[in-house]
């Protein structure tokens, strides 16, 4: 079953701004071995959706050419079911197109900076680009806490992840360095000839992000291509984390001696 779509990128790109559109073209791109689709039932019972809300989602996701649905016929004589996958090589495509727009917002910062009459370096270009585009949405102060520089470290993951990234985190030190793997780096092909470029960039991305989020007292360093589409971040927070610990009170009777 075929059907006419648009295949215009920039339709595609305002349709995954919807979260569950995100959501649904993120399924079927990560299924299990051997699947090939899903329908519209399975897809809404996977993400806990009404279906009707699916099917509305699957169709506009189909005519901008992110999806594919073809009709295939089950064991029984039933109607045959409409099964949707990903449309091959268009996901890459929406990534590329992804990092060209950061990386040219990026040469645009770090011209507007030379033109003010300041040189920017890449990791300059990259944290200012950041630090505008970072909602601090909560307490600007540092995390005092594993838990709580691990939630900040959280949230600058979820802006990487919007920027193209695809980003792993595990902690050590006690919970105060967060080493993150970038899979899937946006400017890939540009750092095999310019890693010094990217890696800057890189490392203003995250501490933009994160002196946005309340986090300006920390190192950054990145270690370039620990697999061949890979890079390592460390975050070691420099604030002290600090134990609540409550321990209970001894219980004053105010009883005089019993008889």
């Known amino acids: 079953m075929s059907v006419a779509h648009s295949g215009d990128p920039a339709v595609g790109a305002r349709l995954l701004t919807s979260p569950v559109r995100r959501e649904i073209v993120d399924a079927l791109a ?13 897809l809404a019972e996977l993400l806990e959706l009404h279906v009707t809300t699916v099917r509305f989602h699957l169709e506009q996701l189909v005519v901008a050419g992110i999806l594919t ?9 039933g109607r045959p079911s409409k099964i949707y996958a990903v449309e091959p090589g268009r996901l890459e495509v929406g990534e590329t197109e992804d990092a060209y727009r950061v ?4 040469l645009a910062e770090a011209f507007a900076g030379a033109n003010a009459g300041t040189i920017l370096t890449p990791e300059d270009a990259g944290r200012r680009w950041a630090k505008h585009r970072v909602d601090p949405g909560g307490p600007s102060s540092p995390a005092t806490s594993p838990g709580a520089w691990l939630a900040k470290v959280g949230a600058m993951l979820d802006h990487l992840s919007d920027w193209g990234y ?36 890189h490392r203003g991305l995250i501490a933009g992000s994160m002196e946005q989020l309340g ?3 920390l190192t950054v360093s990145l270690q370039p291509f620990t697999g061949p589409d890979t890079c390592l971040a460390r975050l070691t927070t420099r604030t002290p984390f600090h134990r609540n610990v409550t321990r209970a009170q001894p219980t004053l009777s105010t009883q005089g001696p019993t008889s």
Do not use: W, Y
């Open 30 to 42: 990560n299924l299990e071995h051997g699947e090939t689709g899903m329908s519209a039932a399975a």
């Open 69 to 77: 649905v073809e009709a295939r016929r089950g064991a029984g004589a």
């Open 103 to 106: 990386l040219l917002e990026l």
């Open 166 to 201: 695809s980003p792993e985190v595990a902690t050590v030190d006690q919970g105060r360095t967060a080493e993150i793997t970038l899979h899937k780096c946006p400017f890939l092909d540009l750092a095999h000839t310019n890693p010094q470029v990217v890696c800057g960039v």
């Open 215 to 217: 986090e300006d007292d």
